[in-house]
């Protein structure tokens, strides 16, 4: 069955993979994580987020209101997901496991609904 | 037929086959329903819970068609059982252990797992549940739906967890089944905990028939057994409390004190020492000081040392504070011991009371004993406790002077 992986981190790991310096070495790690799922053909999608760019949009009273920013609230921004195929919740946990953003922020996986045959 | 050990069985094997343990529920109790109806007025099957698999069977199809799932390879599994000749159950393999790691999986949330175990492997209904562990029944359904969609949607596997996962796993199960047996409000084990301990001396006992080579698995049995072996002499025919040490030993259950020795030596060959194993070599101990008429608390004060090392929950510093105290025969010992835990939140909790206050009464310090004898029965619910907690109060107030100890 399908699994979404999605990865949040603090901003400073953003801006950190900015960095002509510091930012290689980080995102080489990711580099590594996506080509062993790609590997091992389970990789159904995918795709990186400018995570420090985010906007929300809230409708209140039926006005719409804009606000910069993922949530000023929540420490830990959006910035990538991938779909991948795994048998088992187990190994979907394992592959989220391994990712880079479970050591410095965290990984949420949800099953992918199935949809019904049409 | 023994309901309880069919229940789990053939929920088991059918959660496992279709993948949906919620599914198999419903199943297998619509036949349940069904063998009540049918049984009284067509007689008792001659393998029943052969019956009942083939009828929950016919049900899980029946539901798979409404849902037209037809062409689900699961069903087309199902279909050559349902004409083939009435299942042996001798061939069924017992897929309990795997429900219960199931129930026990990391990604559901860790406050229902007690609750999933009992209804799952048990069949016990959600209401009996909800009153041991003084939930709302509602809340407590409403908590078990969302495991059991979970367990379906989010595709927890049916397996054995892997050999890196199997001791933290085998962990969590293991204080589910405790939970159960201690559900009561206290944390001593002697208090009557409705009658889910049968239930979790069961699971324990299950799980030291299936489980090879982890000690904590044969510890917890043992714990269990050996609280078990004393149930009849907890109290007296008034209903009060009788703590271990008053205890009548002609009615601790010696078939259960050597499955529990047993099991106990069967953990220790395997040289993993944790918390179960110790709590139940402190009940050996005492019970051993019961016979023998002499309590070893210098030995009881090292298990709880260890205990303390491995884990500091309030229960084993509360009982070391004791030890010591009886151990060193200096109460102020022991209450410098309770003293230090006041921090960690124990106003409330009434064995620190209880303990508090036969510590003072064994300094000679009846006042203040006899107020925290009072503090400590307002905090438990159990009746048989609270008398026994007044008695002890009363034998304090009828001595008339110190030199009474």
């Known amino acids: 069955m399908e699994y979404i992986l999605i990865y949040r981190q603090p901003a400073e790991i953003y801006e950190m993979n900015k960095d002509p310096i510091k930012g290689p070495p980080n995102l080489a790690a990711w580099q590594q994580y996506m080509d062993a799922m790609g590997d091992a053909g389970i990789l159904r999608g995918g795709n990186r987020l400018e995570a420090l760019s985010g906007t929300s949009v809230k409708v209140v009273n039926g006005k719409r209101q804009v606000q910069d920013g993922p949530f000023a609230d929540s420490k830990d921004l959006l910035g990538g997901y991938v779909i991948i195929d795994a048998p088992t919740l187990d190994e979907a946990l394992r592959w989220a496991e391994f990712s880079p953003s479970s050591k410095t922020g965290f990984t949420d996986v949800y099953p992918v609904m199935a949809m019904p045959k049409k | ?405």
């Not at chain 2, 489980?211 to 009060?240: M, N």
């Open chain 2, 1 to 405: 037929m023994a309901a309880r050990q069919s229940y789990g069985k053939l929920l088991a094997w059918l959660s496992w086959q279709w993948r949906n343990v919620g599914a198999a529920e419903d199943a297998l109790s619509e036949a349940f329903a069904s063998a009540l109806k049918h049984w009284p007025r067509d007689g008792v099957p001659v393998s029943p819970e052969a019956w009942l698999l083939t009828a929950a069977r016919r049900n899980l199809l029946m539901a798979a068609r409404r849902q037209r799932l037809e062409d689900d390879p699961r069903v087309l599994m199902l279909l050559p059982d349902l004409t083939a000749e009435p299942v042996d159950m001798q061939t069924i393999p017992d897929e309990r252990l795997r429900l219960l790691f199931v129930c026990a999986h990391p990604a559901i949330d860790s406050s229902v797992h007690t609750a999933l175990m009992l209804q799952l492997v048990l069949g016990i209904d959600a209401a009996r549940i909800a009153n041991a562990f003084l939930l709302s029944p509602a809340a407590l359904s409403k908590r078990l739906t969302r495991a059991k969609a979970k367990i379906r949607d989010a595709g927890i596997p049916f397996s054995e967890p892997e050999p890196g996962e199997l001791g933290t796993r085998i962990g969590a199960v293991l204080e589910a089944l405790y939970g159960a047996y201690t559900v009561n409000d206290s944390t001593i084990l002697d208090v009557e905990a409705d009658d889910l301990a049968d239930e979790a001396l069961f699971l324990a006992q299950l799980m030291s028939e299936q489980i090879e080579g982890d000690a904590e698995v044969y510890g917890l049995y043992a714990l269990l057994l050996y609280c078990e072996s004393r149930r009849r002499a907890r109290f007296d025919e008034a209903g009060t409390f009788v703590p271990l040490d008053e205890q009548a030993h002609s009615l601790w259950r010696n078939d259960f004190i050597h499955k529990a020795e047993f099991n106990l030596s069967r953990a220790a060959k395997l040289k993993q020492v944790g918390p179960y194993q110790i709590e139940a070599a402190i009940q050996a101990a005492h019970m051993q000081g019961v016979l023998d008429q002499n309590t070893p608390w210098r030995e009881i004060a090292m298990l709880y040392e260890q205990l303390l090392f491995l884990g500091p929950t309030v229960g084993a510093k509360i009982g070391h504070a004791i030890a010591v105290a009886r151990a060193t025969e200096n109460p102020a010992q022991g209450m410098e011991l309770l003293d230090a835990i006041q921090t960690s939140g124990v106003a409330g909790h009434q064995p620190w009371w209880a303990a508090r206050a036969s510590l003072l009464a064994m300094m000679g310090r009846k006042k203040e004993a006899e107020t925290a004898y009072t503090r400590a029965i307002a905090l438990t619910r159990n009746e048989a406790v609270q008398t026994w907690l007044k008695r002890k109060r009363e034998k304090l107030s009828l001595s008339s002077s110190n030199n009474q100890n």
